[in-house]
């Protein structure tokens, strides 16, 4: 199955309102990230244990650890957790820039150091979501 399908097959097995809004930011990723790569990671190890909630990628980074290895990986990531929706912006530096940046203005959300977690759509304000992921990719390169 290639990566749209499981990708548009992750969205149709959840709930009425989170389905929705997991399609509604599906497509918005597709419109700030028209040529960019997608990923879908099922959220299992490669011995098939569950150690994430599966997740859509948008983008392509090279992260380098400290160790000296690297690992292709998205720049934006999607995911539905148990009581909503977070969106990953992976490849910020300073871990308080999201939250100093958009936090207050977001609307009922939690920000991490790259993590916007909220319970649903409406809740938030999407034109700052849409900043907030602009200002992800600048920072990790902008390559897709």
């Not at 990671?41 to 290895?69: C, M, W």
């Not at 934006?76 to 300073?94: F, K, M, P, R």
Request: glycine share 10%; proline share 1%; with cysteine.
């Amino acid at each position: 199955m290639n990566t749209q399908n499981q990708i548009q097959e992750y969205i149709a097995t959840h709930a009425d309102q989170k389905r929705s809004d997991l399609q509604t930011l599906h497509e918005l990723m597709l419109a700030l990230m028209p040529q960019c790569r997608l990923w879908f990671l099922d959220g299992k190890d490669e011995h098939g244990k569950v150690v994430s909630n599966p997740n859509i990628g948008y983008g392509f980074q090279t992260i380098n650890y400290a160790n000296g290895k690297s690992r292709e990986f998205y720049q934006i990531g999607v995911s539905a957790n148990t009581v909503g929706i977070s969106v990953y912006i992976l490849g910020i530096e300073d871990k308080n820039d999201l939250a100093q940046k958009f936090g207050k203005d977001l609307g009922k959300a939690s920000v991490t150091g790259y993590c916007i977690k909220f319970k649903a759509l409406k809740d938030i304000n999407v034109d700052v979501l849409k900043l907030a992921v602009q200002y992800g990719i600048a920072r990790s390169g902008g390559a897709c």
